[in-house]
């Protein structure tokens, strides 16, 4: 069964608006990451949050953590066009015994010039 | 190198037919990862290599996906007999450790006709 879990599957938005994007996930976690899609190829690595850690910013993204409700959320500021993309997040699962991340659906952004 | 190589880009192959897919890490990464991606679907993981074991190879679908590391270094994943349910993108991925966020290659999209 899936791990994390992206919610909205998709989203659009107009440039300049924020876009939020939710993580939820099963099992006790080391770290969350968030990783961004172009065009279906590589994923870029975003941001990594820590288990101790609640938020976490850089530049226009501001990440959170609430592991009591086991759920993450990623906020685009000022979108832009260009981060119109798909984005993941990913957990590293504790005491899985593998040292892997486990990735979700994705959350679809269109940024509507 | 200055990221995750990985070749060929794409890949047409006729069912039955052996492929094998290349990767090149970041010089120095340890760990290196290789996910699949059907079309609109999420990450599924694969195997994981640290340094030249694999200790995890439990996302590897059948017994006709192989894959190897040598030198701590290059990775090649081996699909025998490949099947129409094989297309997908062949993503792979290098860390420092396996505590940090992964670099990723642009992939290789096979299609077995």
């Known amino acids: 069964s899936q791990q994390g879990e992206e919610d909205p599957q998709a989203l659009s938005i107009q440039e300049g608006e924020n876009a939020t994007m939710n993580c939820s996930y099963k099992?006790?976690?080391?770290?969350l990451q968030w990783y961004r899609q172009n065009s279906g190829r590589g994923l870029v690595h975003l941001i990594l949050?820590?288990?101790?850690?609640r938020e976490k910013h850089s530049g226009r993204l501001r990440v959170t953590l609430d592991t009591s409700k086991k759920s993450s959320s990623l906020l685009i500021t000022a979108s832009r066009a260009a981060d119109t993309a798909s984005y993941f997040c990913?957990?590293?699962?504790?005491?899985?015994?593998?040292?892997?991340?486990?990735f979700g659906k994705g959350t679809k952004l269109s940024v509507i010039p | 190198g200055a990221g995750v190589s990985q070749s060929p880009s794409n890949k047409v192959t006729e069912k039955g037919k052996d492929v094998e897919l290349r990767c090149d890490p970041i010089?120095?990464?340890?760990?290196l990862y290789w996910y699949r991606q059907s079309l609109g679907q999420g990450l599924e993981f694969l195997i994981y290599?640290?340094?030249?074991?694999?200790?995890?190879k439990s996302g590897l679908p059948s017994d006709r996906f192989s894959a190897e590391r040598t030198g701590g270094s290059v990775s090649t994943l081996t699909i025998q007999r490949t099947q129409q349910e094989d297309s997908a993108v062949y993503l792979c991925?290098?860390?420092?450790?396996?505590?940090?966020?992964?670099?990723f290659g642009s992939g290789t999209r096979l299609t077995v006709v």
């Open positions: 991925a290098s860390s420092l450790t396996v505590i940090y966020g992964y670099t």
């Open positions: 099992t006790s976690i080391n770290n």
């Open positions: 949050i820590r288990s101790n850690e």
């Open positions: 990913a957990t590293d699962v504790t005491g899985a015994g593998s040292y892997q991340l486990t």
């Open positions: 010089s120095g990464h340890t760990a």
């Open positions: 290599f640290q340094g030249n074991s694999a200790p995890d």
